[in-house]
């Protein structure tokens, strides 16, 4: 059923249950005050009876008593035996008590009595049958069942009309998504000029399309530079294996070309690794397997890890940290703290000191970096201002990173123009979402005499508190 025609007998029904109210309660109210017009008649009548008795004196009905259409009045003595009646008058029917109105039915006739006192110490019951009153109501229910289903149809057909008049934007809305496919994410959706539930609604559309197209925009750059990346190595790897299978190359020339294969397969075996951690440490990768750890303890196997590089090139770590205890992923977490204390060491000068910093803060992420600068991690914060988080921070003596870098920095793909070595631009992607991961933060920024600082800034549980 659709959203139109719910809509159209939601409102008949409303209309149908409140004119069905309205017409039982004028039906009501006809019948009450009928009633109540015929007790004031009945009870005129029975004490007018009762004075002309009194005042002339005579025992039974005169002529002028019983000139009452419609209306039977009979005078009972004090006995309760009848003296006198008048034509049309019910025989044994019940009487009430003096001043009081009654309905009693009788050989399947309903009637209205109504009873004064007599001066002869009985009764003066005047009385008439309740059929045309309720041949009446009959009459004006059949006029209110009418004119209910008359109005009934009309807010059938009006209530069609104004639904359809209603949702007349929700179907182009509907019409134009159908017609968004991946070749044209560029496309939006009309927005109603009032600011309403559908004007929102397609305003959220629209954002949601820009979120897409951005995202669809990544992934086909990911791929592309991903197949860039391994097509190169690849058709140098099948150039040095055909070298070492030529039938006129010597020994020497297919020991060169063994070497560089070998050189080559392990590219693409480092790339195929940093493909699989970037995926493992998005959001989506695999669930946040959160563990309590000492903020000391988790630093030291990331020194650790990057001691062979360091001792490379003669540089030196230095730790500052305290004692605290985080519950973080520390699979994820390590990836990215050894991910930019690795850049930190690879981009440093030989002999020179590389510093990481780690503690545990609370207040919001102005804390964390200045504002204005650039960040990474469109996964927002686990707390608001005043949430407690874990902010660690790598300093390096570097080259620095331009302006223009640093705004693309976290992407995949995205080398620095002084990057050397064998890397693909995979490391600081990784370490982005794997603080995303974290819904946390991370950026970059010059540093004060020359290098980088790199941060990144991890919301931790109230649980830890």
């Known amino acids: 059923m659709t959203i139109r025609t719910r809509l159209t007998l939601g409102y008949t029904a409303a209309i149908g249950v409140t004119l069905a109210l309205a017409g039982l309660l004028v039906w009501w109210q006809v019948g009450v005050a009928l009633r109540a017009s015929l007790d004031q008649t009945l009870a005129t009548r029975a004490t007018d009876v009762a004075t002309s008795l009194e005042n002339v004196g005579q025992s039974g009905l005169q002529q002028g008593d019983v000139d009452a259409p419609g209306v039977f009045t009979l005078i009972t003595d004090s006995a309760g035996h009848l003296v006198d009646?008048?034509?049309?008058?019910?025989?044994?029917?019940?009487?009430?008590?003096?001043?009081?109105?009654?309905?009693?039915?009788?050989?399947?006739?309903?009637?209205?009595?109504?009873?004064?006192?007599?001066?002869?110490?009985?009764?003066?019951?005047?009385?008439?049958?309740?059929?045309?009153?309720?041949?009446?109501?009959?009459?004006?229910?059949?006029?209110?069942?009418?004119?209910?289903?008359?109005?009934?149809?009309?807010?059938?057909?009006?209530?069609?009309?104004?639904?359809?008049?209603?949702?007349?934007?929700?179907?182009?809305?509907?019409?134009?998504?159908?017609?968004?496919?991946?070749?044209?994410?560029?496309?939006?959706?009309?927005?109603?000029?009032?600011?309403?539930?559908?004007?929102?609604?397609?305003?959220?559309?629209?954002?949601?399309?820009?979120?897409?197209?951005?995202?669809?925009?990544?992934?086909?750059?990911?791929?592309?530079?991903?197949?860039?990346?391994?097509?190169?190595?690849?058709?140098?790897?099948?150039?040095?294996?055909?070298?070492?299978?030529?039938?006129?190359?010597?020994?020497?020339?297919?020991?060169?070309?063994?070497?560089?294969?070998?050189?080559?397969?392990?590219?693409?075996?480092?790339?195929a690794t940093a493909l699989l951690e970037l995926a493992t440490a998005e959001t989506d990768g695999r669930a946040l397997a959160r563990v309590p750890v000492r903020v000391a303890e988790l630093l030291d196997a990331v020194v650790a890890r990057a001691a062979p590089l360091a001792g490379e090139r003669g540089m030196r770590v230095q730790v500052a940290t305290g004692e605290d205890v985080v519950e973080v992923d520390r699979v994820r977490l390590e990836q990215a703290l050894g991910n930019l204390l690795a850049n930190a060491i690879r981009y440093g000068p030989d002999g020179a000191m590389v510093e990481l910093h780690a503690e545990v803060r609370d207040g919001s992420d102005e804390h964390a970096h200045p504002a204005g600068r650039r960040q990474a991690g469109r996964g927002g914060t686990a707390r608001g201002p005043g949430g407690r988080a874990l902010l660690v921070e790598v300093l390096d003596r570097g080259p620095g990173l331009p302006d223009e870098v640093r705004e693309h920095l976290f992407e995949p793909f995205r080398r620095g123009p002084n990057a050397t070595g064998p890397g693909v631009g995979l490391g600081l992607a990784t370490a982005a979402a794997a603080v995303r991961a974290h819904h946390g933060t991370i950026g970059a920024e010059p540093r004060v005499g020359g290098g980088t600082r790199f941060w990144l800034r991890v919301p931790l549980p109230r649980a830890e508190r």
């Not at 019910?90 to 109504?114: D, F, H, S």
């Not at 209603?166 to 600011?195: F, K, N, W």
């Not at 397609?202 to 791929?223: C, I, P, S, W």
């Open 85 to 271: 009646a008048s034509a049309g008058t019910p025989a044994g029917i019940p009487l009430p008590a003096a001043g009081t109105g009654r309905e009693v039915r009788q050989a399947g006739v309903t009637y209205l009595l109504r009873a004064v006192a007599a001066p002869n110490g009985g009764l003066v019951v005047a009385g008439s049958s309740l059929a045309p009153i309720e041949r009446d109501q009959a009459s004006l229910a059949a006029v209110l069942a009418g004119v209910g289903l008359a109005a009934g149809l009309l807010s059938l057909l009006g209530g069609w009309w104004l639904a359809g008049r209603a949702l007349r934007p929700v179907a182009a809305l509907t019409q134009e998504a159908s017609a968004i496919g991946t070749a044209d994410l560029d496309r939006r959706l009309p927005e109603p000029a009032t600011v309403d539930e559908l004007g929102r609604l397609a305003r959220t559309l629209n954002g949601m399309l820009d979120r897409l197209e951005r995202g669809v925009q990544a992934q086909r750059a990911f791929v592309a530079s991903a197949s860039h990346d391994l097509r190169s190595p690849l058709a140098a790897l099948r150039t040095e294996l055909e070298l070492a299978d030529h039938p006129g190359a010597d020994a020497a020339s297919m020991r060169e070309a063994l070497r560089a294969a070998h050189a080559d397969a392990v590219r693409l075996g480092d790339l």
